[in-house]
């Protein structure tokens, strides 16, 4: 199994490496006859060549850019249940990988799904190995599995509201590339598709090019939007690289691929070939590059301008390593530890009688840059510290203008 | 009445067992139930989840914001019950969770608080209790009141 870095779910893999090479690794142990199942944020792009012996299944939380392999689609927690193991007859019976999308609702939401809840002790909605390995079986599943994809009915389908990430509207619960004529017939009446901007290319591919309907999709769906401050996670290396002076005239490139550091830093996303070509051409700016260090040591020797490498392994660290809280100029080195491995330190304390941020009327300093969440401000406009939650990193104790952190 | 809620906080076992308890009540009190979750930004982001309480035909629902850890940044709402407007203190050990939940059997009647009671008495969960309870006899902030007042 393999779970690429920062997936929204917490299962554990046993895997690591690049998304592109554990996908080939994946199929590759597929072809010899070993279940296999990939948690990607985006599944690599992939001409399936072999056929399988055994089933694959590939889970991710975007749309797919093709449809070369049979894909599913879960928007409830409730559908996971009786998805996967469909998507894993498919699967066998095609000798294809499977890929199976993963709505946010689906990952986050609660059900009263008794295979869920009996397979975890965490309850929802946290999906961890053992549930995977619940639903991995289809035997395990009590009722007969009617899986009759010809008499899929698509009656949602005649309000024209068409999108994966809106719950109320309507999604095919599959896309079969091989299998398409059913859902053209179901479109058949339909002159004009509402959807949200984030679909509108997916809803392309399938509807005009796969389908070949002649009908309108506009974006008039709009997304929730999701109401909560973005936090980080205690001790997020980024926290300490963009406290630095220099980060103001870098452009930083990374390929941690995690939302929250998108929102908050001024970030680029590319992968560490895409910023070895880009350094290739010896841009006039300053660049640096964050990425995990199992992903830079292949390309060490390409990469140019400011390479900052997080330890996600034990192997021997590329450049000098450097602790979180002495992060204080652009250069190249290691950070002891990465997203899935945040090492604990000695945790911080408020000094209430220093802290004055707040009491002076500007935002509490250590909690606007570290966006930690264990920094809380309480009804005496002093910030206290979650000792539960601290990493003990200590960079809202180096931002902190008082020195009231300890 | 049906009830739009927005419940905010921080990922882990407090947030999801207050919450299942409060969905559970609230299917006992024979509303229907509908929950749907926002995208999550980090392993340690605030979850979000809007929940639909329909107890009647009624079309206007009446929102409320339930902030367990003061993590809510969207637009204001009359009834935003957080741990700072209820006067619970903070908590390491987040059963100020408790507390918030109490104030919400408050605003919903219909929900059972013998529910929750006796689920913390089964798991001999005193300090918990005891806020709960302390919540749910306590009085909300008049500005809470006013508004309950003035909509019926």
């Known amino acids: ?406 | 009445m049906n009830y739009h809620i927005i419940f905010c906080g921080l990922l882990g076992t407090t947030f999801d067992t207050v919450f299942k308890l409060i969905l559970e009540s609230a299917r006992e009190a024979d509303y229907l139930v509908k929950t749907y979750a926002m995208p999550v930004k980090s392993a340690y982001s605030s979850l979000i989840i809007d929940a639909m309480f329909q107890g009647s035909a009624k079309k206007e629902p009446l929102e409320i914001v339930v902030d367990f850890d003061c993590v809510y940044n969207g637009e204001p709402r009359e009834l935003h019950l957080h741990p700072l407007t209820l006067d619970i203190p903070f908590e390491d050990s987040m059963i100020h969770y408790w507390g918030v939940a109490g104030s919400l059997c408050k605003v919903i009647p219909d929900l059972s608080t013998a529910y929750i009671t006796s689920y913390l008495l089964e798991n001999d969960m005193s300090k918990e209790l005891s806020l709960f309870k302390k919540h749910t006899l306590t009085s909300l902030p008049f500005k809470m009141q006013d508004y309950l007042a003035k909509i019926g």
Request: proline share 7%.
């Open chain 1, 1 to 406: 199994m393999y779970v690429e870095d920062n997936f929204p779910l917490a299962v554990k893999g046993n895997v690591r490496a690049a998304p592109r090479a554990a996908l080939d690794y994946l199929l590759g142990n597929a072809e010899v006859g070993s279940k296999v199942a990939g948690f990607f944020h985006t599944v690599p792009s992939f001409t399936p060549l072999k056929p399988l012996r055994s089933a694959c299944l590939l889970f991710s939380t975007e749309l797919p850019v093709e449809i070369k392999i049979p894909v599913f689609f879960c928007k409830t927690p409730e559908q996971l249940s009786s998805l996967i193991p469909k998507a894993l007859k498919v699967s066998v019976d095609t000798q294809l990988p499977v890929q199976v999308v993963l709505a946010p609702n689906s990952l986050n939401n609660y059900t009263n799904d008794k295979i869920l809840e009996e397979a975890q002790d965490r309850v929802q909605p946290y999906i961890n190995r053992q549930v995977v390995d619940a639903l991995w079986d289809p035997a395990q599943k009590k009722e007969k599995l009617e899986v009759s994809f010809t008499a899929q009915r698509e009656q949602e389908a005649a309000n024209a509201d068409i999108s994966f990430f809106v719950p109320e509207a309507y999604f095919p619960e599959y896309i079969f590339p091989s299998a398409l004529k059913n859902q053209r017939d179901t479109f058949k009446g339909v002159k004009k598709f509402h959807t949200t901007k984030k679909e509108l290319q997916f809803l392309h591919l399938w509807l005009k090019e796969m389908l070949e309907l002649k009908v309108e999709i506009d974006s008039s769906l709009e997304l929730r939007e999701n109401p909560a401050k973005t936090l980080l996670c205690p001790g997020c290396p980024f926290t300490a690289v963009f406290a630095c002076k220099d980060a103001s005239s870098t452009i930083v490139f990374t390929s941690i691929k995690c939302p929250a550091i998108f929102e908050h830093f001024a970030l680029s996303a590319a992968t560490v070939m895409e910023y070895a070509g880009m350094v290739s051409q010896k841009p006039s700016v300053a660049t640096a590059f964050i990425g995990n260090m199992s992903d830079i040591l292949p390309y060490e020797n390409l990469l140019g301008g400011t390479v900052i490498a997080l330890q996600d392994s034990e192997k021997k660290a590329v450049y000098p390593v450097v602790a979180v809280n002495k992060f204080k100029k652009f250069m190249n080195c290691t950070l002891p530890y990465s997203c899935a491995n945040i090492k604990k330190g000695k945790k911080v304390a408020v000094k209430a009688k220093k802290c004055n941020c707040v009491k002076l009327g500007t935002e509490a300093v250590c909690m606007q840059a570290s966006r930690c969440p264990a920094l809380r401000l309480t009804e005496d406009d002093v910030v206290s510290v979650n000792a539960a939650l601290c990493s003990g990193c200590r960079v809202c104790a180096n931002v902190c203008p008082p020195k009231a952190i300890s």
